[in-house]
């Protein structure tokens, strides 16, 4: 079952958006996806409509002839809407036109209210967030290690049929899958009853180890479903804060890409009481796969 069928690039004009291109033409090869490059304006912006039209327009004929020589064509085209804004047009156009797969570049940093977060945020469709210091580094390199992040949660596995779709995407190179658990260590709690048959320290450790046995445990039983389906898996088990690991072990895994669902505002399953999915967002180098599951 083919799981993206229709690409999304919004772009903007600037230098920004067009960093995108060569990680997007390796998408759309991988998947036989076409592309729509797409401009929103703002009402005040009419005016110049016919000059935006012309610009993804031109984009789009100019990646199907750079395919074309490279032997692997890819369908594209260029369209402009007008909208009250860019990320309200994004994500209403990506709605009506039954988008699988929204592409996002963006600055180091998400800018709270910025175009990316909004469509972050709200979409309900799957978004993969490239980092513009990144992108051109990623897309020269033909193997990919994804890094997905599991908390034992359902809403955690939702990301699962994505994953297995792109580890069997069509591909010069090798995609390999990293299933990662963290355990977290309790944090100081001043009302821990003196007295006890442990020490609080100790009382961590048992708590740790506990956690590390248990995802390891149920790690494995994904990890066996994954390699019966002929994909290049294996498990880590880290300890310490979970957004800093995730971000740290995609910073030393060469073309990584960080997958994972979210929940509306909250982030990253059971795992986020805070700013997890912050922390990853704004901490991670990698580009990130962000799905949001239905209901």
């Known amino acids: 079952m083919e799981i993206y069928k229709k690409l999304l690039v919004p772009l903007d004009g600037s230098k920004l958006g067009e960093i995108s291109f060569p990680f997007a033409k390796d998408l759309a090869a991988r998947f036989n996806l076409p592309i729509t490059f797409l401009y929103v304006g703002v009402p005040e912006e009419r005016q110049f409509a016919q000059m935006h039209r012309a610009y993804v327009e031109y984009t789009a004929d100019n990646i199907m002839l750079q395919t074309e ?11 402009v809407v007008v909208s009250a804004s860019p990320s309200e047009g994004i994500l209403d156009y990506a709605r ?3 988008i699988d797969l929204i592409f996002l570049v963006t600055r180091r940093c998400l800018e709270p209210g910025s175009v990316s977060d909004t469509v972050l945020r709200t979409s309900n469709i799957p978004v993969l967030l490239v ?9 020269k390199r033909s193997n990919m290690t994804i890094i997905v992040p599991l908390d034992g949660s359902a809403l955690a596995e939702s990301i699962l ?24 260590a309790p944090s100081i709690n001043s009302d821990y009853p003196e007295g006890m048959a442990v020490s609080w320290e100790d009382h961590v450790e048992q708590e740790v180890a506990q956690c590390q046995v248990g995802s390891k445990q149920y790690l494995s039983n994904i990890e066996r479903r994954l390699r019966q389906s002929g994909i290049k ?7 310490g804060r979970v957004a800093d690991e995730i971000v740290d072990l995609a910073a030393r895994t060469p073309s990584s890409l960080i997958a994972m669902s979210t929940h509306g505002r909250s982030g990253v399953g059971r795992w ?3 700013s997890v999915a912050e922390k990853v967002l704004n901490g991670a180098s990698s ?8 209901g």
Do not use: F
Request: proline letters at 6%; hydrophobic letters at 35%; one cysteine or more.
């Open 131 to 139: 980092r513009a210091d990144s992108s051109a580094r990623v897309s």
């Open 69 to 79: 020589r490279n032997g692997c064509p890819i369908a594209a085209r260029g369209e």
């Open 272 to 274: 986020v009481y805070g």
């Open 96 to 98: 009506k036109n039954q």
């Open 161 to 184: 049929p994505h994953v297995e779709a792109i580890a069997r995407s069509r591909g010069s190179g090798t995609i390999d899958v990293i299933l990662v658990g963290v355990c977290e």
């Open 287 to 294: 580009p990130i796969l962000l799905v949001r599951p239905e």
């Open 233 to 239: 898996v294996k498990q880590e088990t880290l300890v």
